[in-house]
Each structure stands twice: as structure tokens, then as C-alpha cells.
Nanobody, 122 residues
Framework: QVELVESGGGLVQAGDSLTLSCVAS????????VAWFRQTPGKEREWVGH???????TYLDSLKGRFAISRDNAKNTVFLQMNNLKPEDTAKYYC????????????????WGQGTQVTVSS
């Protein structure tokens, strides 16, 4: 079993930056890829991007250049750096993990955190 815990959310103003963290514990050696998703009430969960154990991150096209995902394997932590935040980035952000392969749909991920709320005011 793998446990994921997100942190770093909060209320910010448009144009601000925020970094979210996702710390994994448990059978972390089984994790190959970690993804970030976001969701607002009444909307489908949206894939933000993912990063494999080794290699580059991949992002939703509309977020390229503003969001960046990195990982510190020694600390079992994945980060989501969000820059120039916009009100439309307001959502609950989740990290998710799977043991192999990269996917962009939530149902393909085995492990999920509880999420952290990001609210961007205009």
C-alpha cells in the first residue's frame, strides 16, 4: 500500500506562485509515476501533468510554461510549482501514483491523496 499526502494549498491572488508537495509513504518502491490532477465542484477531474521515476514531466498543453512538476526521489516527494496563477486555476489538487506506465486519466491511478485546496482570487 502507498499513502500520499498533499500540502501547500491556500488562498492566493492572481499572479502569485504556489508550490504543492506530495509526500509518499509505505511501499514507495512500487511507484513509477506520480501525477497531479485537479477538480472543481461539478466538473470532471482534470489531469495536470505527471512525472516518471526517471525522466521529464509531461503537462497539459494549456498549463505548459506556468506549471512545473519535479520530484525528489530520496525524500519520496513530488512538487507542483504553479506560477502566474489565475482564478481559473482554483481547484482541489490531488496527487496520484501508479506502479508502471504513464497515464492521463484518473481511473488508471491506484493511489490517491486527499487533496489540497488552491483558491486564486482576482
Amino acid at each position: 500500500q502507498v499513502e500520499l499526502v498533499e500540502s501547500g494549498g491556500g488562498l492566493v491572488q492572481a499572479g502569485d506562485s504556489l508550490t504543492l508537495s506530495c509526500v509518499a509513504s509505505g511501499r514507495t518502491f512500487t511507484i513509477y509515476v506520480v501525477a497531479w490532477f485537479r477538480q472543481t465542484p461539478g466538473k470532471e477531474r482534470e489531469w495536470v501533468g505527471h512525472i516518471p521515476m526517471y525522466g521529464d514531466a509531461t503537462y497539459l498543453d494549456s498549463l505548459k510554461g506556468r506549471f512545473a512538476i519535479s520530484r525528489d526521489n530520496a525524500k519520496n516527494t513530488v512538487f507542483l510549482q504553479m506560477n502566474n496563477l489565475k482564478p481559473e486555476d482554483t481547484a482541489k489538487y490531488y496527487c496520484a501514483a501508479r506502479p508502471y506506465g504513464t497515464r492521463t486519466t484518473g481511473h488508471d491511478y491506484d493511489y490517491w491523496g486527499q487533496g489540497t485546496q488552491v483558491t486564486v482570487s482576482s
